[in-house]
């Protein structure tokens, strides 16, 4: 079986590759002419609401599916129309699919016994010690908790040492406190490995957490790749503001273009971004800030030259966490926007209906074409 | 404290104090239904089996205790038991050959013909099973289409026939069980998960191995009560055996059917009917053990 299995590209790029896939079921394009490249050993998240075509794509690198058109480059060798069991790839399923009638042992064991492997006992037992379930071996399936289950998952597929693993949203299923504690497991694990990892997630969180690189996708397609902090701090897209975190966009126009900011015009206020943080460079606007980025002060207080500056707004809504207060402030022009504000003691608690200066830096801010949604993305997320 | 603990318990004693009692009404019904019609007649089978088979029918019996029948029955009737039990296990494992199939295609492959063919595997049971197995006689039959084409092919010698033969009794026994094969086969196959077969596609298993060891093994449930619904009726069956075979197709079933109406030997039939009935136990307590379900007796 062994020699059934792709060999090792030679010469070429040592890395997962999507070119120009699309899939259509239908009338409906799931996938629409997506470009993707995931380094070799990294740990690569597909992000995106559900119905966005992640799950699709994952699929297809799998074989379940078959792209409608586009290749599939697995260390450079197309594997489009190559068999499942054919692929050097392994799959976390959402749902596990552990096999009830088999024992734990069995499970992991599955994928080298097809394959005629050699000592299957003692890679079975090491891997049962990796994800810590030795003495859980002889159990079915049935008799493991949730979190327990997931492992065996991961140890089914792992001890392949495929290519690229996939793993279908394999945390959906847990709650939040053994979600976190796999996630941190998870990534553990793959950089012991050091196998590439490709993980679909609707949870931007966990995303963030584990990923090297993030793709989000929208309606199948990218809306963007690239580390969590550059997705965080620069998006490219409405989007991509919204579903990573909140974003406060305002709408606004640009009015100056000379030297290292981008002046705007928001409702009468002169403000300025980073030039290389704004996506267009002229005409309307979304300007967009995070709403941490955003500082809350008296109308009297000074702030710091090259501060972008609004005043006249009113605090309309406030909330305490503990480690931060959460603020809705309304604008003169009607706008709320969204204020966190770290719990270090250096202002003091605003109560509603108190008139508040707000200000951020030119460099905390990011400049998105007026074209798009500005609510594309929130409805997703909560 | 103690006092408002208490109070809050004793509904809750009270509602389980009576909720048992209420299942045993509702088993009562079907309690008194078996023991009028299994327990007794068993126990009056029972004791029939062990009478003076010197009695007759008009004379009436005595209870002799006398265990030499079970002897002297199953050495006289040896070849139709031997004949019960191959005929059973042939059909059975043709309805079993010709029926995993046949559900394998219903649970997967149907799509919207799904309830269709359902509905065809059910559809003989709106006719009587007499008057299919009657059918079967034409079908068969000297004159019939299928020994003509038979013997037109030289499958068959030109004298050869198909009715009145081992053939057909087992034929007639497939045909007229199969439908309690494909169903629980069906129930079984249809549960089975089908992103189970993509995991194990996913983990290097051809088809053909995904199907043997992810599918098979987790349909053997719908293989284990299949075969004993088909084994079980076709070995007392004697239907098939008297309208498609002859003298020397003898089953069990015809010999006890003959010994109690026309022979009128109740100790004998009775004490034959004991044997097969403990046979078939021994049986399916061995099959079912062996094939690890013991979750179904």
């Avoid at chain 2, 509904?11 to 009028?36: D, E, H, K, Q, S």
């Avoid at chain 2, 099973?129 to 010698?157: C, E, N, Y």
């Amino acid at each position: 079986m062994e020699s059934d299995s792709i060999p090792a590209g030679r010469g070429a790029a040592n890395d997962l590759r999507l070119e120009a896939v699309t899939k259509r079921f239908g009338d409906f394009t799931a996938v629409d002419d997506l470009d993707l490249a995931v380094t070799r050993g990294s740990f690569f998240a597909l992000l995106g609401p559900s119905g966005c075509g992640k799950t699709t794509t994952l699929r297809m690198i799998a074989g379940l599916e078959q792209p409608t058109s586009g290749r599939i480059l697995i260390n450079g060798v197309d594997v489009a129309g190559v068999k499942p069991y054919r692929r050097p790839v392994n799959t976390v399923f959402q749902s596990y699919a552990l096999f009830p009638h088999l024992t734990i042992a069995e499970n992991v064991a599955f994928g080298l016994r097809r394959r005629g492997v050699r000592d299957v006992r003692r890679q079975v037992d090491e891997m049962l010690e990796l994800v810590e379930l030795r003495n859980q071996a002889e159990k079915k399936p049935n008799q493991l908790s949730g979190g327990q289950q997931q492992r065996v998952a991961l140890a089914r597929a792992l001890i392949n040492k495929p290519e690229v693993l996939l793993l279908d949203e394999p945390l959906g299923a847990l709650d939040l406190r053994l979600r976190r504690q796999m996630q941190l497991e998870l990534k553990e694990i793959q950089s012991e490995v050091g196998l590439t990892f490709v993980h679909v997630t609707h949870d931007q969180e966990e995303a963030m957490t584990m990923a090297d690189t993030i793709a989000v996708m929208n309606r199948g397609v990218i809306e963007q790749m690239g580390s969590p902090e550059e997705l965080y701090e620069n998006p490219r897209t409405t989007f991509v503001a919204n579903f990573l975190g909140h974003s406060n966009l305002i709408d606004a126009e640009i009015v100056g273009n000379t030297g290292p900011h981008v002046e705007l015009n928001v409702h009468g206020n002169r403000i300025s971004v980073d030039r290389a943080r704004a996506s267009v460079q002229q005409g309307r606007v979304w300007l967009g800030v995070r709403p941490e980025k955003v500082c809350i002060s008296d109308a009297s207080e000074s702030v710091a030259a090259e501060t972008n500056v609004i005043d006249g707004g009113t605090v309309s809504d406030v909330s305490f966490v503990g480690v931060s207060t959460q603020y809705l402030v309304r604008m003169p022009w009607g706008q709320e926007l969204s204020v966190f504000e770290q719990n270090t003691g250096e202002h003091r608690l605003f109560a509603r209906q108190t008139a508040v200066r707000l200000y951020w830096k030119p460099s905390h801010a990011f400049v998105l074409g007026h074209d798009q949604d500005a609510r594309a993305g929130q409805e997703e997320l909560r | 404290m103690t006092a408002a603990r208490t109070e809050a318990s004793a509904p809750r004693g009270t509602a389980r104090r009576r909720r048992i009692p209420v299942a045993y009404w509702l088993l009562l019904p079907g309690a008194f239904w078996l023991f009028l019609f299994f327990v007794i007649p068993f126990y009056s089978l029972l004791a029939t089996s062990l009478y003076d088979p010197s009695g007759g029918a008009v004379s009436g019996y005595r209870m002799t205790w006398s265990f030499a029948n079970y002897w002297h029955t199953l050495s006289d009737y040896v070849g139709p038991l031997g004949r019960s039990l191959a005929y059973g296990s042939i059909a059975t494992a043709m309805c079993l050959l010709l029926g995993y199939p046949l559900a394998y295609a219903i649970a997967f492959k149907a799509g919207r013909w799904r309830n269709l063919m359902l509905v065809m595997v059910i559809a003989p049971f709106f006719t009587s099973f007499l008057i299919r197995t009657l059918a079967w006689k034409l079908i068969l039959a000297d004159q019939g289409f299928i020994v003509q084409t038979m013997q037109s092919l030289h499958l068959l010698d030109p004298g050869g026939r198909l009715l009145a033969t081992p053939f057909a009794v087992v034929a007639g026994l497939t045909y007229n069980f199969i439908p309690f094969m494909v169903l629980p086969l069906y129930a079984a196959l249809e549960k089975i998960d089908g992103r189970l077969l993509e995991a194990a596609q996913d983990l290097y298993a051809s088809p053909l191995r995904a199907f043997l060891k992810v599918t098979l093994p987790l349909s053997l449930p719908g293989v284990v009560a299949g075969t004993l619904l088909t084994f079980i009726p076709a070995v007392g069956d004697y239907i098939n055996a008297q309208l498609l075979g002859n003298t020397e197709t003898r089953m069990l079933g015809n010999v006890i059917q003959s010994l109690f109406i026309t022979v009128g030997d109740y100790p004998a039939a009775a004490s034959l009917s004991m044997t097969l009935m403990l046979l078939i136990v021994a049986l399916v307590y061995f099959y079912v053990h062996r094939s690890g379900t013991e979750e179904l007796l």
